[in-house]
Structures are given as structure tokens and as C-alpha cells.
């Protein structure tokens, strides 16, 4: 009895297992982090191109 709680004591895998977790998990806030980020500022910039394509002047064709 002794031998199996000093076995379930040495045993790691479950802590491995956790700091893997947390691992993905910071990741994948620091990736929807930058694509939240990176989304917006392209947002922007078409937002701007759009305004201008609208404001320009259709140049009517030469018959």
C-alpha cells in the first residue's frame, strides 16, 4: 500500500498534462489577440478605400 502511494505520488503526468493546456490556451488568446488587432486595422484601411471610390467622379465615355 505504501509502494502505490508512493507511485501516485512521483506520477507527473497529470501536471504535463495541465502546463500543455495552459500552453494552448495562452497561445490561442495571444492569436485571437493579433487577428482581433489585424482585423480592425484592415477594416480600416478598405473602410478608407471604399470612402474614396465613392467620392470619385464617374468620367463619362467618349462616344
Do not use: W
Amino acid at each position: 500500500m505504501k509502494n502505490l502511494f508512493a507511485r501516485f505520488a512521483k506520477d507527473e503526468s497529470g501536471a504535463t498534462a495541465i502546463e500543455y493546456g495552459l500552453i494552448a490556451a495562452l497561445i490561442s488568446v495571444a492569436i485571437i489577440g493579433g487577428a482581433t488587432t489585424l482585423g480592425t486595422s484592415i477594416d480600416s484601411k478598405l473602410q478608407g478605400i471604399s470612402e474614396t471610390l465613392d467620392g470619385a467622379v464617374a468620367v463619362p465615355a467618349a462616344d
